[in-house]
Structure formats: structure tokens, C-alpha cells
């Protein structure tokens, strides 16, 4: 774990490892042809986005796999690194998966709970066109992950930003303003 500071509270980012990676897209394959089970995880009514695809992960999946215990102990080992302090106990409130695809966007948003997450557990080849018109050296903001906290102002950017590689996980408080594409969980 990596635990990033680039402004007040704390970032950690975190790599997830790869079978659960597979586990994770298997059950996300398995639910997009049950249209009973996607019916039964559909979670996009729940959440801001404009996006076609979003599952919440159920229980029974989210113990067996180990993505809730993956969850925990990195969410126990970023406050044991920032306040030095052991929790009791971790309580996920949702977890869920987006399916983004050419079009559709997550707006700024927060989450609920005390610490959030945004994983990736695949990208695409290419991130599409930036459609304002590009200043000279200004990279492509399309598929990054925006973390906003605080106004812009001296010494303080107020977003960080991060363009997300396949496994690559943020924890990071809820209170933040996040702008993400393809994947969002929430602990």
C-alpha cells in the first residue's frame, strides 16, 4: 500500500490482486447474460451516473471471493498507516461495479460511509477523443480519476488526478468529490 497526501486527508492506492481481478470480471460476465440475476443486483438507480451497467456486489459473492476481506484489511491496514490506530471492526456499506462504456459519464459526486474506493478491473484501449479543445501540453482527462477536495487556490490544486491501470484501487475519504469512469466501490 502506497499512502499518497496530495492535499489534507490521505489517499491510498492499492493494487488488487489479480485472481481476485478475475473472480471480480467473472462475476460481472456471469451477471450481464442472467437478466433474473441482473434484475436482483442492479444498483444504478441508486447512484448518479449515466451509465447502463451498474451491479451492486451481494453478499454471498462479495465474503466467498474475498472482496469484502480484501476490502477490511486494506481499509484497517490505511488508518492503522495514517493514525496508527487498529480498528475493531469494518462495516461495507455497498460495493458495486460499473460498466462504462463510449458515451456515458459519472458525474461529480460523493459517496456515503466514512472511506470510499474505486477500483479498475478493466480499461479500454483507448480512452476516446477530449472534445474541448486541448491546450499545449495538456493531457487527455478522459478515464482518469478526479479526487476533489477543497477550492483551487495557492499551493492547493485541489484535484488529484490519476489515469487508473487494470488493478489499480483508491481509498480515500467519502467526503471527496469524485469523478470516476469504469469502476466505483464503497466501503
Not at 477550492?151 to 489515469?163: D, E, G, S, V
Amino acid at each position: 500500500m502506497q499512502v499518497l497526501s496530495p492535499f489534507g486527508p490521505q489517499v491510498a492506492k492499492i493494487e488488487i490482486p489479480l485472481d481476485l481481478i478475475e473472480k471480480l470480471n467473472n462475476y460481472t460476465d456471469e451477471i450481464i447474460v442472467n437478466e433474473n440475476k441482473k434484475k436482483i443486483v442492479e444498483f444504478g438507480n441508486k447512484l448518479v451516473g449515466n451509465v447502463s451497467n451498474e451491479f451492486q456486489v451481494d453478499g454471498d459473492f462479495g465474503f466467498s471471493s474475498g472482496w469484502f476481506e480484501f476490502l477490511a484489511k486494506n481499509v484497517s491496514e490505511f488508518i492503522f498507516k495514517v493514525y496508527k490506530k487498529k480498528i475493531k471492526k469494518c462495516t461495507i456499506l455497498n460495493s458495486w461495479v460499473v460498466r462504462q462504456f463510449s458515451n456515458e459519464y459519472n458525474p461529480l459526486h460523493t459517496h456515503s460511509g466514512h472511506l470510499s474506493g474505486a477500483g479498475w478491473l478493466k480499461v479500454p484501449y483507448e480512452w476516446g477523443e477530449f472534445y474541448n479543445e486541448i491546450k499545449k501540453g495538456q493531457e487527455n482527462p478522459n478515464g482518469n480519476l478526479d479526487l476533489v477536495y477543497g477550492t483551487p487556490m495557492f499551493l492547493n490544486h485541489a484535484i488529484f488526478r490519476a489515469k487508473p491501470k487494470v488493478g489499480d484501487f483508491f481509498i480515500f475519504p467519502h467526503y471527496f468529490g469524485l469523478n470516476s469512469l469504469l469502476s466505483d466501490f464503497q466501503t
